[in-house]
T-cell receptor
């Protein structure tokens, strides 16, 4: 089945220790998104890639970066995680910018 | 700034009862998605509605998009414990405004 896959599902890191989360998709979609979701809140968009074009949201901290080495794969780098960065990180894809978004299962990040 | 007001925020009912969740906005959306999210998982797409007045049915779930495309509702008939989860509505505006506008979610608990 075509799907969005996120690894790992659970990640524990230490305060200030860089961490990378990954997302892959078999949907052949052009757009890949990264969202941050905190408990009982709606997902908050961090940035997206349209093909190779990176688009950062204005309020996304510099601590968050992303890479898209190929069309099927996207990475989220958190350079110096703080306690406030503990959250569920969701990857989503869509065929085009205005199309329905499909979410992966998420990575739960814990910062000690 | 587009807003989607989702209500109720919390809903606890007994198995077999019916319920309706609402999403309302003063803005027009080109499409509206409903997602269900279980604890520790990513949002799973239930339906996309795009036409004003559209009604879609998915087993015991009925989704309606308002005639003016500013509001939507989700009605569940004879709720079951398996329906428990966070229900999110998300509106898309299309064109250059690619961002999904999320409602704050409705946390549904169906008690056996």
């Amino acid at each position: 089945d075509a799907m969005v896959i996120q690894n790992p599902r659970y990640q524990v890191t230490q305060f200030g220790k860089p961490v990378t989360l990954s997302c892959s998709q078999t949907l052949n979609h052009n757009v890949m998104y990264w969202y941050q979701q905190k408990s009982s809140q709606a997902p908050k968009l961090l940035f997206h890639y349209y093909d190779k074009d990176f688009n950062n949201e204005a309020d996304t901290p510099d601590n968050f970066q992303s890479r898209r080495p190929n069309t099927s794969f996207c990475l989220l780098d958190i350079r110096s995680p703080g306690l406030g960065d503990a959250a569920m990180y969701l990857c989503a894809t869509s065929r085009d910018l205005w199309d329905t978004q499909y979410f992966g299962p998420g990575t739960r990040l814990t910062v000690l | 700034t587009q807003l989607l007001e989702q209500s109720p925020q919390f809903l606890s009912i007994q198995e077999g009862e019916n319920l309706t969740v609402y999403c309302n906005s003063s803005s027009v959306f080109s499409s509206l998605q409903w997602y269900r999210q279980e604890p520790g998982e990513g949002p799973v797409l239930l339906v996309t509605v795009v036409t004003g007045g559209e009604v879609k049915k998915l087993k015991r779930l009925t989704f309606q998009f308002g005639d003016a495309r500013k509001d939507s509702s989700l009605h569940i008939t004879a709720a079951q414990p398996g329906d428990t989860g966070l229900y999110l509505c998300a509106g898309g505006s299309g064109g250059s405004n690619y961002k999904l506008t999320f409602g704050k979610g409705t946390l549904l608990t169906v008690n056996p």
